[in-house]
């Protein structure tokens, strides 16, 4: 399914929107080129979960942590890693808990050793705006992204 | 903070990609220090790659010791004290020297001390001859991070704004790479804006119409992107964009500062951090300075960026006072500035 996002607002309201199909133990990719919206995303998702502070890029730090009501959000960027293996070497398997929720920017960079996502958002520049298609993991429930869809706030088409 | 016995702490700086020792004697004051840079190890890849980076320090660790030692005079026995880096950072990177430094500590049988590493860049500038009072207010601006704060004195931080999202120096890495320039980028980005035309296109100053002291410098990536789609691709028009990015975020900087400034009475401004060796930025806080009437510091560039110097200072002054670890090796990847203890 593809929306089109015409500011920065409509990328919030997405994550937001995006939050209420999440459950302890899914896992995101967040797909999109440098300045795609990726992180902006996030903190609209970060938003609806209640998180009011500051949504820092990971980065530099690799993996940003967010303590959520019965829930802990890690955000990765994985755009520094130079392999797969490195993922292991972090102790990336630690993180990916039924009581936490994941979400993956530059999933590529771990190759196969990240498991299916629950949804996958590619995020392309259609500037000024941006443009994001969802998909839901094989097998998933194809309601789920028109519910989605319908359920996208003013100002996403 | 001289005392008139020395007493002389070796510091570890392995954060993120440079390894840095240092040892500072609390008498003479600093005796030696040497720095391994990984610039060019990670150039190929556009950024950091913690793993490299963590082999990196390993390897480069013991040679700077004997290093640092030789170009003091000393020998490992006349070390008082080990002070290392353990946090914030890249954690197998922070591994690497925290535990060469505890190690170390426990063989030698002297106490040891993890040094938060924002701590030791905003101690930097007490490392010069000319050094400011507290309480002073930091701009500290690097790859990391990006935070107004006020120093009230050793352990006394009071953290008035910082980033919401990218730091200042990450973007100018990743503007950067949209216009196709190595890494690292900012003097990149300052070399090519030094051709460019500031104005001829036109980007927000993030943040600056409304109150407060919090930074945010993602949107700017958009802008640069907008641009770059609706222009020719051309030299001209990079550097313009170049001119144009630095410009925006130097005023923003400037409009961020002078109202910590006014808010705070603050009479001293400490400008720390790699981003801060931009020449554009020097100038401009120079004469914020004039017209504010208060002194700016600029540590020299070499402890600007990560250096074990500012690391054995930090220690030093801790350990004087009576902290050290307990016989542990620990990290802290995210350690929060406001959490520390007052001396």
Redesign the interface.
């Known amino acids: 399914m593809r929306l089109f996002l015409p500011d920065?607002a409509a990328t919030l309201a997405l994550g937001r929107r995006l939050f209420e199909f999440l459950k302890p133990g899914s896992l995101v990719f967040l797909r999109g080129t440098?300045?795609a919206?990726k992180?902006?995303l996030v903190?609209g998702l970060l938003r609806a979960a209640g998180h009011q502070g500051?949504?820092?890029?990971p980065?530099?730090?690799?993996v940003?942590?967010y303590a959520l009501p019965g829930l802990t959000l890690y955000h990765f960027d994985l755009?520094?890693?130079?392999?797969p293996d490195?993922l292991e070497?972090?102790g990336f398997r630690d993180y990916l808990r039924s009581d936490s929720l994941c979400l993956i920017e530059w999933p590529e960079r771990g190759g196969d050793t990240l498991p299916a996502p629950d949804f996958s958002i590619e995020l392309e520049?259609d500037?000024?705006g941006r443009a994001a298609t969802i998909e839901t993991a094989p097998g998933g429930d194809p309601e789920l992204l028109s519910e989605i869809g319908s359920a996208a706030p003013p100002g996403i088409s | 903070m001289q005392s008139n016995t020395s007493f002389r702490v070796l510091g570890i700086e392995t954060s993120c990609d440079e390894t840095g020792l240092a040892v500072f004697d609390s008498r003479y004051g600093l005796l030696a220090h040497a720095l391994h840079s990984q610039v060019q190890l990670h150039a190929d890849?556009g950024?950091?790659?913690?793993?490299?980076a963590s082999r990196d320090h390993i390897r480069k660790l013991l040679p700077l010791l004997r290093e640092v030692l030789s170009a003091a005079g000393l020998g490992r026995s006349d070390l008082d004290g080990v002070a290392y880096t353990a946090g914030?950072g890249?954690?197998?990177a922070l591994l690497a020297g925290a535990a060469a430094g505890r190690a170390l500590a426990w063989a030698l049988d002297v106490p040891a001390l993890a040094v938060h590493h924002m701590e030791g860049h905003l101690l930097a500038p007490l490392l010069e001859a000319d050094r400011p009072e507290f309480p002073f207010l930091c701009l500290l601006v690097s790859?990391?991070h990006t935070q107004l704060i006020d120093v009230a004195g050793i352990g006394r931080y009071g953290i008035l704004g910082?980033?919401?999202?990218?730091?200042a120096g990450?973007a100018f890495d990743?503007v950067a790479?949209?216009l196709g320039l190595g890494y690292p980028g900012g003097p990149a980005v300052a070399a090519l804006a030094e051709r460019g035309m500031p104005g001829r296109f036109r980007f927000p100053r993030p943040m600056t119409d409304r109150p407060g002291l919090?930074f945010s410098f993602?949107?700017l990536?958009?802008h640069?992107?907008?641009v770059l789609?609706?222009h020719p691709d051309n030299a001209d028009v990079r550097a313009d964009v170049a001119a144009e990015f630095q410009a925006a975020v130097v005023e923003t900087l400037l409009v961020k500062c002078r109202r910590a400034l006014r808010e705070t009475g603050l009479q001293r401004l400490v400008v720390s951090g790699g981003v801060s060796a931009n020449r554009a930025m020097r100038s401009a806080l120079r004469v914020l300075s004039e017209e504010e009437g208060v002194r700016v510091y600029f540590p020299r560039l070499e402890f600007c960026t990560d250096n074990g110097a500012m690391i054995a200072y930090a220690g030093c002054q801790r350990l004087l006072a009576g902290q050290a670890e307990p016989l542990r090796i620990a990290a802290y990847?995210?350690w929060p500035l406001d959490t520390l203890a007052p001396l």
Do not use: H
């Not at chain 1, 500051?54 to 890029?57: F, H, I, L």
């Not at chain 2, 950024?47 to 490299?52: A, F, M």
């Open positions: 920065e440098l300045g919206g992180t902006t903190r500051a949504v820092k890029s980065t530099f730090t690799l940003e942590e755009y520094r890693l130079t392999s490195e070497w972090f520049l500037l000024p | 890849y950024g950091v790659v913690p793993e490299l914030p890249l954690v197998g790859g990391g910082e980033s919401l999202d990218d730091a990450e990743k790479k949209m919090d993602s949107g990536k958009t640069v992107l907008q789609a609706a990847p995210r």
